[in-house]
């Protein structure tokens, strides 16, 4: 690949991290609803993260960002989830469970395995908790301590494979 279109990924992965975090920032401090606008910078965003993500080959944000996209475009229509997937409590018992397992294997030192369950911790933190809020199951506070979570058990791995776009995105996020 050229040095120009590595560049072009690179923006494109910055825009993206820009887009989420802005609309992140007007939807916590109330300057925007859940609506539309919302929707469409974090399809925008998913988008431009899910292009760089492919290109370096991270699993976590494109399985995580394919979600994203279509939660809320799902949303973006007003169309409306007919399925609760999940409930609160049982999401809150499967985080701390492999929040305890990724525990487990640091004490036995397997990083990688570590850094494996923190990663896909995340994905499934902020997948679901993206769900929940999108189809009024949880409110935004409950939505904000997710979002701390989530973000926390990305950036290890993330660092390691050199996705800086995900890892500023997500220190930023927390």
């Known amino acids: 690949m050229h040095y120009y279109e590595i560049l072009i990924l690179e923006t494109i992965g910055w825009l993206g991290s820009i887009l ?3 609309a992140y920032f007007l939807l916590s401090s109330r300057i925007i609803k859940k ?7 974090n399809i925008i965003g998913a988008l431009f993260i899910l292009t760089v993500s492919i290109y370096k080959n991270t699993m976590q944000p494109i399985i995580l960002n394919l979600f994203w996209i279509y939660f809320s475009y799902v ?3 007003k169309n409306v989830f007919k399925y609760t997937l999940i409930n609160v409590k049982l999401f809150n018992i499967l985080i701390f ?10 004490i036995l030192t397997q990083y990688s395995l570590t850094l494996d369950i923190l990663a896909w911790t995340s994905v ?10 999108s189809t009024h199951k949880i409110e935004l506070h409950q939505f904000n ?10 950036i290890p791995k993330m660092y390691v494979f050199e996705n800086y776009q995900v890892v500023v995105l997500e220190v930023v996020w927390v």
């Open 20 to 22: 989420f975090i802005g």
């Open 124 to 133: 499934f933190t902020f997948v679901t908790s993206y769900y929940l809020y």
């Open 35 to 41: 609506d539309s606008l919302y929707y469409m910078f």
């Open 145 to 154: 301590i997710y979002n701390f979570i989530a973000p926390l058990t990305l």
């Open 75 to 77: 949303a973006y229509k």
């Open 97 to 106: 469970s492999a929040l305890f397992f990724s525990f487990i294997s640091l």
